[in-house]
């Protein structure tokens, strides 16, 4: 047992404060064998400031009465994960950041048959890359996030990065009404604009958690935003920290502390690690806070536990770099794909996976026409091995995280801003930006390509990249 596994056991808890385990976090491993998750119907307590504690019914999680577990896997250890189907309705479960094989990928027809009721589909690979990365079904989408079907997945560095915790964030909105009961998560309006926001935002299904964490200790938080369609506009406490990974892999180059003025954009299927320094005093609290609309909110609070950890951030190696092969930029091949509006309203059809009457959104000017649909070529064929830049260019007024899997690319210059040089598979396309990226086209397979505003995805903002 490491020492952060120790802590998060005897929780090292103040009166009222949560452990991560008692807030309804629950970890699971791979290092004890295969990992069984099934997904299920459940209900949870939604306690809101103002509002109050109210049940809410119908909501999909992997645990009863609880969120979908972190699930932890170690880097270049192979994994092995039953997912069973508890729903009435399909799923396939995906791997959003990890590069592994194309049937692993949990992409309905394009890697594999769906998932239907009481079946068990066995997930097995080895992520190559350490870092935090989380876990969707892929099939019956919207409706299954919306409802809850969201969890982190967190690839372990083999060598213990020495933090003293390890914090979760699993950012996501619900739409309740007064009663707590689930409002409708799909409106056209919406999806034809910038998606349909939720009204109550969670950390780990809690509306503004505090988690008791060691004074003066060095913690990880893990940042994931898992919500179908929400930015989040993040700003920090003003104490000692940094911001060491973005979607997955080590920063190199710093990212600005991001404070009230200047909060940092977090899109919908985004990630971000940072180390913080915890104040020496028992029982300071830090809040990490949002901007929803035109109020600020607290997302976490931090509250110092215990004597004195007396750790300093200097005492943190930099993690080490995952095995991404740079793509050769001078002799890349440019490939221009196209998001914008689509007047040709036929809906798609997904077969098993739940399909909507509207298109509204397309690649290349064409809508996806569905996950079932055979015959679709894919949006650009590359050949295994070579490096190409792909040239993104939103033609809309709305903001879309396009996400690639399978693969890992790097920023290269945008005609609005200075990008970030960080390998990412997300990456957020401002209003009518270009962004050029690069990749070396190094795993084989037909990879999902797609805005990650999930109702965009699924009004034609999708399709696929082959390579081979
Ligand atoms: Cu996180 Cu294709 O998705
Ligand atoms: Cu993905
Ligand atoms: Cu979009």
Redesign the pocket.
């Given at each position: 047992m490491n020492r952060r596994q120790f802590l998060l056991g005897s929780g090292a808890v103040g009166a009222a404060g949560l452990t991560l385990a008692a807030g309804g976090t629950q970890f699971l491993a791979a290092e004890r064998g295969p990992i069984s998750l099934r997904s299920r119907m459940t209900s949870h307590v939604f306690n809101r400031p103002g509002v109050g504690a109210f049940e809410t019914e119908g909501l999909i999680s992997l645990a009863d009465n609880a969120p979908p577990p972190v699930v932890r896997l170690t880097q270049g250890e192979r994994a092995v994960i039953h997912m069973t189907n508890g729903l009435e309705d399909y799923t396939t479960m995906?791997w959003?950041g990890i590069r592994l094989p194309n049937a692993m990928d949990g992409?309905p027809y394009l890697t594999q048959f769906p998932i239907g009721q009481d079946e068990t589909f066995e997930y097995a690979y080895t992520p190559p890359d350490a870092g935090t990365y989380w876990y969707?079904p892929?099939c019956m989408t919207m409706n299954q996030m919306a409802l809850g079907l969201t969890g982190l997945l967190i690839v372990e560095e083999p060598e213990d990065a020495g933090f003293d915790l390890d914090v979760p964030l699993n950012l996501k909105d619900f739409r309740l009404d007064a009663e707590g009961q689930l409002r409708p998560f799909f409106t056209p309006r919406g999806a034809a604009r910038g998606g349909t926001l939720g009204n109550v935002s969670t950390t780990n299904w809690s509306v503004e958690p505090i988690y008791d964490v060691p004074s003066g200790g060095l913690v990880r938080l893990r940042f994931a935003a898992t919500d179908t369609t929400r930015i989040y506009k993040l700003a920090f406490p003003d104490v000692p920290g940094r911001i060491i990974a973005w979607d997955g892999h080590p920063v190199e180059e710093d990212i600005a502390w991001p404070m009230a003025d200047k909060p940092l954009w977090l899109g919908p299927?985004q990630r971000m690690d940072v180390a913080l320094r915890v104040p020496d005093s028992e029982g300071s609290e830090v809040s990490f806070t949002g901007q929803f609309g035109t109020s600020q909110r607290t997302v976490v609070t931090l509250r110092a536990s215990g004597a004195s950890r007396r750790r300093d951030l200097a005492e943190l190696k930099p993690l080490p770099r995952n095995p991404i092969a740079e793509p050769d930029v001078a002799n890349a091949e440019i490939r221009q794909l196209v998001f914008g509006w689509t007047s040709d309203g036929k809906g798609s059809n997904n077969g098993l996976c739940g399909s909507y009457g509207y298109t509204f959104w397309s690649i290349d000017r064409s809508p996806w026409p569905g996950d079932a649909v055979e015959g679709v070529g894919p949006l650009a064929t590359l050949e295994l091995g070579k490096s190409y830049i792909l040239r993104l260019k939103n033609e809309s007024p709305n903001l879309h995280p396009i996400?690639l899997?399978g693969l890992v690319f790097k920023p290269l210059r945008s005609n609005q801003r200075q990008l970030p040089g960080n390998y990412t598979d997300t990456i957020l396309l401002m209003k009518n930006e270009v962004v050029d990226i690069a990749l070396k086209a190094d795993n084989p397979g037909d990879w999902?390509f797609?805005c990650?505003v999930i109702e965009h995805q699924k009004t034609g903002l999708a399709g696929y990249i082959r390579v081979a």
């Open positions: 995906h959003h992409v969707h892929h299927g996400h899997h999902a797609h990650h």
